[in-house]
């Protein structure tokens, strides 16, 4: 059943689906409820997943792969967030299993192709018919003619033992041939390469999937070493994620890691570049405080906002320090040349830092269609900015001093031509 919910509506949808499913509990107590994604992003998102918590187990012996998957189902339902655990495909499916006696057939003159039809006429429908095709003279069109029992009239083993083997005589019945038995089955086989699939499926609720991710992964470890021949993995957007957070992690690594060779080739300067760095862990902090405080997680969208603001950082960061340095080639004093830099540079600072955050307000808000979704983007970096100004005013002039307070007032330029350098050659005179 696809539900699509009014454009104006003000439902929480975690509420909702918990809602439905304590009533769907309470009236149909032998239903199985899950919640899929309608929205195409969603699905994408989900790679063809129809959860956000996908755990497949694979094996060549189905009932191995069962029976471990059954064990990781079990320790997923004892975590407190997760909703609709089930195993998707059905493995217990009811069937009628029907015993052939090949003696009795052949005594009755009876074929195990004859006895196959009639069953399939009989369950379903044939087209072994006399007459398979009717010409609509009054149209001149062709259909196709099939026959079929009715099914209401084919509801109890009985009904099947009565269905006659034979084309236009009542005997033999499938009864005096064949023997039956209730008994499951496998409903769906699920194959990857020479494996089957036992797939465990979970939606959350009040969680992000971050987390969601880490209980699921203990969960399988308390479930045990899988048997030989089983592997366990994980799909969906959780698999997503981690590939997604991994690709950001070391993107931001990468990026600091170039922003520091890039200022000390700017600067010939290893501890400048130190001190302007020495601002990314404020931003990083910042960032967090603020997510843990506005409830949300650390994701996609937030990692966002988190290199966003550290880039902000490195650049007020890189306005002050440029200027204290000048200002302390000058003077000689770090320390009074900081406190300039910094009584100089404050306004340029906050307007920058003031200007973002105010363009963030509306996104962090989450107002307005999917605005929860990205909502962490904005949080971060309002956190991560009002971190790093307060960094660049109170904590960079002190780590400043610190690294600068005995460095020479000569230039660190190797250029031969440079007055300031201790490279300059003095007996270089211009030509006339």
């Not at 018919?129 to 099939?146: E, P």
């Not at 994620?241 to 931001?252: I, K, V, W």
């Not at 605005?371 to 309002?382: E, F, K, S």
Request: charged residues 20%; glycine residues 6%; neutral net charge.
């Amino acid at each position: 059943m696809q539900v699509s919910l009014n454009e104006a509506h003000h439902v929480n949808m975690d509420e909702l689906k918990e809602e439905l499913r304590e009533k769907i509990r309470k009236e149909l107590p032998a239903a199985k409820v899950s919640f899929e994604p309608i929205e195409l992003v969603d699905k994408i998102m989900s790679q063809g997943s129809a959860t956000p918590i996908e755990v497949t187990v694979a094996a060549k012996d189905l009932k191995e792969a069962g029976r471990f998957a059954g064990k990781i189902q079990d320790e997923m339902k004892r975590i407190p967030f997760l909703r609709d655990v089930k195993i998707a495909q059905p493995l217990a499916y009811p069937i009628l299993k029907v015993t052939l006696d090949r003696e009795r057939a052949g005594q009755l003159g009876v074929t195990s192709t004859q006895i196959a039809r009639s069953m399939v006429a009989a369950t379903s429908s044939s087209r072994f018919t006399d007459k398979n095709l009717w010409l609509d003279d009054s149209k001149g069109l062709a259909y196709q003619v099939q026959v079929q029992i009715p099914e209401y009239k084919m509801t109890t083993p009985e009904d099947i033992g009565n269905i006659p083997l034979r084309s236009g005589a009542m005997h033999p019945l499938l009864s005096d041939v064949a023997t039956f038995s209730e008994e499951t089955a496998p409903g769906q086989y699920d194959r990857a390469g020479p494996n089957r699939l036992v797939t465990i499926t979970a939606n959350l609720h009040n969680k992000d999937l971050g987390s969601a991710q880490k209980a699921v992964l203990k969960a399988i470890k308390e479930a045990g070493e899988p048997p030989r021949g089983v592997q366990v993995d994980m799909r969906g957007q959780t698999k997503l994620l981690g590939d997604t957070l991994t690709s950001l992690q070391t993107g931001l690594l990468v990026a600091i890691v170039i922003i520091f060779l890039l200022l000390a080739a700017n600067y010939q300067s290893f501890k400048l570049s130190l001190v302007i760095l020495s601002a990314i862990p404020a931003v990083v902090a910042g960032s967090l405080l603020m997510l843990l405080a506005c409830g949300a997680t650390l994701n996609l969208q937030s990692y966002m906002g988190l290199i966003m603001s550290v880039g902000v950082s490195v650049a007020n960061a890189i306005l002050m320090v440029t200027n204290a340095e000048n200002l302390r080639l000058t003077l000689g004093d770090s320390r009074k040349a900081v406190m300039l830099a910094a009584n100089s540079r404050i306004r340029p600072i906050l307007m920058t830092s003031i200007a973002m955050i105010a363009g963030m307000l509306p996104m962090a808000s989450g107002f307005g269609e999917g605005g929860d979704q990205i909502a962490p983007l904005g949080q971060a970096v309002i956190g991560g900015l009002i971190a790093s100004t307060l960094a660049a005013l109170l904590i960079l002039p002190c780590v400043f001093t610190q690294f600068q307070h005995t460095a020479t007032t000569q230039s660190v330029s190797l250029d031969p031509e440079d007055p300031e350098s201790n490279y300059y050659k003095s007996s270089l005179t211009p030509t006339i």
